[in-house]
């Protein structure tokens, strides 16, 4: 029996969803912490003493890079899952970009937008 070199129409629809399904959540975190980078779900009044405003500020600048930071990884995985929907169209999705075989579903599940298995990744990280 030949080895199977790409999924099969069911197995790229169920990929799919899961893909979806993370999507969703993922624009919905990304939303959040952008209203939160614009103040859009504050409702608070600025406290009147300096020294508290001082220290409040210090930790603001911190966690507001730090939001900055989770924001753009958010974004990153978010075009991942957008170019996972793209090879699943041209039903290339699940197949290592290094070795041409199938990504193990597992990993696929796990990580629905990888594009390398894990002894692939493993081996270019080692270069």
């Given amino acids: 029996m030949a080895e199977k070199t ?8 169920e990929f799919r969803s899961i893909i979806n399904e993370k999507m969703e959540l993922a624009k919905r975190d990304y939303d959040q912490m952008m209203r939160v980078l ?4 504050s409702n608070d009044v600025d406290d009147t003493s300096p020294t508290y405003k001082a220290l409040e500020e210090g930790s603001s600048a911190q966690s507001k890079e730090d939001l900055i930071s989770m924001a753009s990884r958010q974004q990153k995985f978010i075009q991942g899952l957008k170019a996972a929907l793209v090879r699943i169209e041209n039903k290339t999705y699940g197949i290592d970009r290094i070795t041409g075989k199938l990504i193990p ?3 696929l599940r796990a990580v629905p937008h990888a594009t390398l298995s894990v002894e692939s990744k493993m081996m270019s990280q080692k270069k």
Avoid at 6 to 12: G, Q, S, W
Wanted: aromatic share 6%.
């Fill in 6 to 13: 790409r999924y099969t129409d069911e197995e790229l629809e």
């Fill in 38 to 41: 614009t103040n859009q779900d």
């Fill in 105 to 107: 579903k597992e990993r």
